[in-house]
């Protein structure tokens, strides 16, 4: 059975860091992702990252400030957040997929609970 967890969410004020962790158990998968979804809003892309690290992509609202890495030995995923605004504000999910690197949510085949990302003005 696979499973995603993710942890790592709190209130924070804006220009503060989070480090958000997600930790996979069942399979290994070839990439691994990170979404939020604010109130009122559809889910985006944040980051994601292949098996080897070798590849890694962000979303332009993110870029420069956040940085997502993996520990294959633990099967799990990071994403450090710096610089935080207050547009950053959602619920964050981890999200795993056997295919190619994507910003297409419907092309992840796992997804955690979400873990909740507040930032203070």
């Known amino acids: 059975q696979v499973q995603l967890v993710e942890s790592g969410g709190g209130l924070v004020q804006a220009g503060g860091s989070l480090r958000l962790s997600c930790a996979a158990s069942?399979?290994?998968?070839?990439?691994m992702g990170w979404f939020r979804q604010a109130p009122g809003k559809e889910r985006e892309f944040v980051a994601g990252i292949t098996w080897s690290g070798g590849r890694r992509y962000y979303a332009d609202a993110v870029k420069g400030r956040f940085t997502i890495s993996r520990d294959n030995a633990k099967n799990t995923v990071y994403l450090q957040l710096n610089s935080l605004k207050p547009e950053d504000t959602g619920l964050y999910y981890c999200?795993?997929?056997?295919?190619?690197?994507?910003?297409?949510?419907?092309?992840?085949?796992?997804w955690g609970q979400g873990t909740q990302v507040t930032v203070s003005s």
């Open positions: 069942g399979r290994t998968f070839n990439v």
């Open positions: 999200a795993a997929a056997t295919g190619g690197l994507t910003v297409r949510p419907g092309a992840y085949d796992y």
